[in-house]
T-cell receptor, first 116, second 111 residues
Framework: DTEVTQTPKHLVMGMTNKKSLKCEQHMGHRAMYWYKQKAKKPPELMFVYSYEKLSINESVPSRFSPECPNSSLLNLHLHALQPEDSALYLC???????????????FGPGTRLTVT | AQSVAQPEDQVNVAEGNPLTVKCTYSVSGNPYLFWYVQYPNRGLQFLLKYITGDNLVKGSYGFEAEFNKSQTSFHLKKPSALVSDSALYFCAVRVAGKSTFGDGTTLTVKP
């Protein structure tokens, strides 16, 4: 199974709401990632989890809060978002994120987020 | 710091013709290079990678890429394009667990 699943597929939320995005993989990968992607643009890295520990935070605003409950699951908690946060949020996984052993990433289909 | 450039925003080819999508990179040390494809409203899908070894790398769906160290390039190629190859293509370089993506090239294959 080489699939990364993400729920929900679409999410509309107001600026005062709290919501969560979920990501799951069963490939035994030990690195998981959150990306933000605007239309026709490359993905922008937000967070990297390596062996369930946060290893990279690309100076993401605190209104985005990641969580890795176990090696298969990755959540992104959203609170008090702004309209400019509307985008496609992609989850990805890879065997590891270890330097010198750079494996390909497997991406989920994304959650299309609209902030009103 | 690493960087990737995809000099063409758009590539148009006729079905059955060969296609090339260009990528150049800048990285300290040995590069780990990847190509991904993205169809509308979907996530990125891995096509192929260069880590070490043969300069010609073969990947999914008949795609291949040629690594050229002297020109710091990693161009994506396919001998005969299909309409279904129409999509957004990203080149990426990966260092220390972080991927840096090019801006993407939209490939349109016309029947």
């Amino acid at each position: 199974d080489t699939e990364v699943t993400q729920t929900p597929k679409h999410l509309v939320m107001g600026m005062t709401n709290k919501k969560s995005l979920k990501c799951e993989q069963h490939m035994g990968h030990r690195a998981m990632y959150w990306y933000k992607q605007k239309a026709k643009k490359p993905p922008e890295l937000m967070f990297v989890y390596s062996y369930e520990k946060l290893s990279i935070n690309e100076s993401v605003p605190s209104r985005f809060s990641p969580e890795c409950p176990n090696s298969s699951l990755l959540n992104l908690h959203l609170h008090a978002l702004q309209p400019e946060d509307s985008a496609l949020y992609l989850c990805a996984s890879s065997q590891t994120a270890t330097s010198g052993r750079d494996y390909e990433q497997y991406f989920g289909p994304g959650t299309r987020l609209t902030v009103t | 710091a690493q960087s990737v450039a995809q000099p063409e925003d758009q590539v148009n080819v006729a079905e059955g013709n060969p296609l090339t999508v260009k990528c150049t990179y800048s990285v300290s040390g040995n590069p780990y290079l990847f190509w991904y494809v993205q169809y509308p409203n979907r996530g990125l899908q891995f096509l192929l990678k260069y880590i070490t070894g043969d300069n010609l790398v073969k990947g999914s769906y008949g795609f291949e890429a040629e690594f050229n160290k002297s020109q710091t390039s990693f161009h994506l190629k396919k001998p005969s394009a299909l309409v279904s190859d129409s999509a957004l293509y990203f080149c990426a370089v990966r260092v220390a667990g972080k991927s840096t993506f090019g801006d993407g090239t939209t490939l349109t294959v016309k029947p």
